[in-house]
């Protein structure tokens, strides 16, 4: 057989297609590729880059440039953006929240999550001390040391409320916000009777909490609770309203708490408790024990509103009422549905020399049964009262004295110092 040629060629080697199968003869109208000039008879490159080769190589790094130039540029404006749109979908779930009839608990809660979380934030003290003390100590609770706790923003302008045995030892207390800058914050008034704070950083762009009432809860209604526990920022956690009125004593103070099931941890102090509807109701603050065992106190709402607004008022200076009596804590505190025959009220066990108190006519012995106008159960109830009556004002209390009542009139004094600590 006669051996077929590549075009424009003589003898040679077969012609192998490849996109054929091996061994298929070739088609005669198809073409033969001549093979590439041997590299010696190529002509020699120039030694200078061409002006087009070198235009070529340049504009691309020009055009690199440029985009690095605006991408740092951009930076600061795409962060902006980036906040803008995070207050603008918090902003819509706190109205979803406010208006709509809401039909699924999950998507209630996710809606809490979302409209609440940005406006408590992490709190960190610097060169404090470290150690406050237990609180309550003596009876089982503690509180988180300072270093770290956690703040809700109540005002645009830059308020913010937090307990005060979170910032009671600082030296410098430094708020993060969301977007990740941090303001240090001045302190603008604190009630340690109340373990309350207000706090004020200078910032923008804040999207507030607004308050709810603690005085509608009731046993069973859902909470949440957002703060930092052990530094982890916008951590929720959810529960129930266990109990209401809780009270709990130290010394000379006590408080009337919330009690819920939701989860709080050290660092969880001073953030928010919060209703369905993404209301602040309480201010997270002790826990029973060492750690979480199901048991959370917050204080109300209507307590916190009260502290925040009378320090704003008084631009910090915010002073409570004192009496100026030692009060006998064995007698007169019954637990609720026990049978005593000692007579309900605040039993006076002593009498400060220069006091209110001693200017009233108030004696040892005297148990007080009702002061201005409202009933006295107990120690605690009396303290309360009192603490709660600007300093000045002249209130009429009732005291039972040798089986009679007996009424006087108390100018209500300021608290000294050394108790506002």
Do not use: C
Request: charged content about 20%.
């Amino acid at each position: 057989m006669q051996e077929r040629s590549s075009p424009g060629q003589g003898k040679g080697p077969p012609y192998i297609d490849y996109l054929n199968a091996p061994g298929t003869p070739q088609r005669e109208s198809e073409a033969v590729t001549p093979p590439p000039p041997p590299a010696s008879a190529l002509p020699a490159t120039p030694s200078r880059v061409a002006p087009e080769a070198r235009r070529s190589t340049t504009w691309p790094l020009l055009w690199l440039l440029v985009f690095l130039i605006a991408l740092v540029a951009g930076v600061s404006q795409l962060e902006r953006i980036t906040y803008s749109i995070f207050r603008a979908r918090q902003r819509a779930a706190l109205d979803t929240l406010e208006s709509a009839r809401l039909t699924s608990f999950s998507h209630a809660s996710k809606l809490v999550a979302e409209g609440v979380g940005r406006s408590v934030v992490p709190i960190e003290v610097i060169d404090g001390s470290g150690d406050v003390g237990d609180w309550l100590a003596g009876a089982g609770r503690v509180f988180p040391r300072n270093g770290q706790g956690s703040g809700v923003i109540v005002d645009e302008d830059g308020y913010v409320i937090t307990n005060y045995h979170v910032i009671s030892t600082a030296e410098q207390i430094v708020v993060h916000l969301p977007e990740g800058s941090s303001k240090t914050a001045e302190v603008v008034g604190f009630d340690a009777f109340a373990d309350l704070a207000v706090l004020k950083i200078d910032a923008e762009g804040l999207l507030p909490l607004k308050w709810g009432d603690s005085d509608v809860l009731t046993a069973g209604d859902p909470v949440w609770a957002i703060g930092s526990p052990f530094g982890l920022d916008n951590s929720i956690t959810m529960g129930i309203v266990s109990a209401k009125g809780r009270r709990v004593v130290d010394g000379e103070r006590y408080q009337n708490y919330l009690q819920t099931d939701a989860v709080v941890n050290p660092g969880n102090s001073g953030g928010a408790l919060v209703n369905i509807r993404g209301e602040l109701v309480g201010i997270n603050t002790a826990i029973v024990g060492q750690d979480y065992r199901g048991i959370s106190f917050a204080i109300p709402s209507g307590i916190a509103r009260e502290v925040y607004e009378r320090i704003r008022q008084t631009n910090g200076n915010f002073q409570r009422g004192w009496l100026g009596v030692r009060l006998d804590a064995a007698r007169g505190e019954r637990r609720q549905g026990s049978r005593s025959d000692t007579p309900s009220g605040a039993h006076v066990a002593g009498v400060l020399d220069g006091s209110p108190a001693e200017t009233a006519g108030i004696q040892s012995g005297d148990i007080i049964v009702e002061w201005n106008g409202r009933s006295v159960a107990d120690r605690q109830e009396l303290m309360w009262h009192v603490a709660g009556t600007n300093p000045g004002v002249s209130v009429e209390a009732k005291l039972l004295r040798d089986g009679e009542i007996v009424s006087v009139t108390v100018k209500v004094g300021a608290q000294p110092e050394e108790l506002q600590e």
